[in-house]
């Protein structure tokens, strides 16, 4: 299911990335640049807003940031330079922007006082990059582990929808976002060791 909605949201979002992709690389714009660009506009808007309590603009600004994630790889791939380098960069760089997020939520929360809040963030910010870690070391090893429920775009989404609610006054949207999210997080994190266990048993009987 959280597979088929990024694929379809990606399709869906090539007719307006390409022609933005085009454009950087004829004015001479490298994909590491947009990637790393990328990252610093998500630590603005989550670290010089979010965190303050500008949760509407916060989530306005990392989203709008957040998707040049789609650009930089399309650029790469247009201009037939698709690197390693860059692989390791864009998801490196994912890493530093998804930890930014929930910082500066569990900060935020924190100064309103709002504990449960902030257990939910920290949860969210641990599971979050578990995930991410558990595919990067069955790659590592050879392996694939391309499942899950909440992938990257679906933990954004959720805190954002949420983030964006709290800012327009809904009491403890995004608390229930966090919790939601520090469940699925963690249901993830089990479908993808036991994806690699499968793997790893049919590999270990060859
Ligand atoms: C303002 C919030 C209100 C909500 C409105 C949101 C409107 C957003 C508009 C449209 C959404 C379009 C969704 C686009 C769907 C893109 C589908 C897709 O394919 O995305 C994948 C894409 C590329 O990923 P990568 O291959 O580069 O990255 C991989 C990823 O990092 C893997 O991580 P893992 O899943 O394993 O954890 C790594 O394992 C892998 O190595 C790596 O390669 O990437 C994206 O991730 C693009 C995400 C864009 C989604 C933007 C949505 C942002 C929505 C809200 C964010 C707001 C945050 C709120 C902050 C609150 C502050 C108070
Ligand atoms: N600076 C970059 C960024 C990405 N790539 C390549 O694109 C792939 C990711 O594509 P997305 O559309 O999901 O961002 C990545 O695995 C690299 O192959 C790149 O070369 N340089
Ligand atoms: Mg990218
Ligand atoms: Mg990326």
Partial sequence: MAKIFQVTARAGMTRVVEPIARALLRAGVSPNAVTVTGTVGVLVGALGFGARGHLVAGALIVTVFALTDLLDGTMARMSGGSTRFGAFLDSSMDRVADSAVFGAVAYWLATEHDYSGVAAALICLAAGGLVSYVKARAEGLGMTCN????ERTERLLIVGVGGLLT???VRHALEIALWLLAAVSIFTVGQRMAHVYRQAQ?????
């Fill in 147 to 150: 499942v899950g429920i909440a």
């Fill in 167 to 169: 800012g327009l006054g």
């Fill in 202 to 206: 049919r590999v270990g009987a060859e």
